[in-house]
């Protein structure tokens, strides 16, 4: 069960506001401190699902922007009932919210005439760069590497750099895109993100960082030297993919 909001300042005040409103559970299930009337409560709680639905459309309109040239546009699930369900529920910015807005996404766009072998993965691209734009949580550093909460190592079966050029430039994709890719989609503290190609030494790394392995385990289950690991560790913590000890 959520724990209530404690206040002994105005700072914490404000942290409860914030709290308060991007929490739907917290707002359902857990007694609060904030010194709202019944009127009031009700007000904020309309105030939270229209900050919701405004979140969620802008993200979904920045990370799903090649795939409306098709149908429509993923930002219109935000209107839909079942929308409406989830905002009982979530909580903003988190990775689980972030996931089940992507699943809504991804189902709504599906529904439309498929234009070509490569929507799924196109679509599968957009769903990774959306978890970047819309998840806030990213971890907390210890004392092994870990992955960053949004952090996604995708191989695709379309070349999708060269193909997003194709659509960008309203050109037709031929079976000449298709050609195996790896990329990284991941998040900087400060909300940059990056999708970058990586090659199979790197993905395998990434992949083998859980949280639990120094970098003399990772190094030993990827069969690498380990200081050729330490390096990728470097590189892939510098933008935002995994966090490392240092990383605050």
């Known amino acids: 069960m959520k724990q209530p909001i404690t206040i002994r300042s105005d700072r914490d005040l404000q942290d409860a506001l914030i709290t308060y409103l991007s929490d739907a ?3 359902r299930t857990a007694p609060h401190s904030l010194p709202l009337s019944p009127e009031q409560t009700q007000r904020a709680g309309r105030f939270a699902r229209f ?6 459309r802008d993200r979904l309109a920045r990370s799903f922007r090649y795939s409306r040239r098709f149908g429509p546009a993923a930002e219109s699930i935000v209107d839909a009932p079942e929308f409406d369900a989830f905002l009982n529920h979530c909580a903003l910015g988190s990775l689980a919210a972030a996931e089940r807005v992507s699943e809504l996404a991804i189902n709504f766009l599906n529904g439309s005439a498929v234009p070509g072998p ?11 760069f959306f978890l ?22 995708r191989r695709f079966s379309w070349n999708l750099p060269d193909l997003l050029l194709r659509l960008k430039a309203e050109e037709a ?3 000449d895109f298709r050609q195996e890719v790896t990329l990284l989609f991941s998040r900087t503290p400060h909300g ?25 385990a990772i190094a030993q289950a990827a069969s690498l030297p380990a200081s050729q690991v330490e390096q990728s560790l470097a590189a892939l913590a510098q933008i935002g993919a995994v966090l490392t000890s240092s990383e605050k």
Do not use: H, K, M
């Open 192 to 216: 940059r993100i990056y999708v970058v190609e990586v090659d199979e030494i790197t993905a395998a790394i990434f992949n083998a960082v859980d949280g639990q392995s120094n970098p003399t």
């Open 51 to 56: 900050l919701a639905r405004r979140y969620y």
């Open 118 to 128: 490569w929507w799924s993965d196109l679509l599968e691209y957009e769903r990774a």
């Open 173 to 175: 994709v031929n079976d």
């Open 25 to 27: 559970e917290l707002r």
């Open 132 to 153: 970047q734009a819309a998840t806030t949580q990213n971890g907390t550093a210890c004392q092994v590497p870990q992955p960053a909460a949004s952090a996604r190592c």
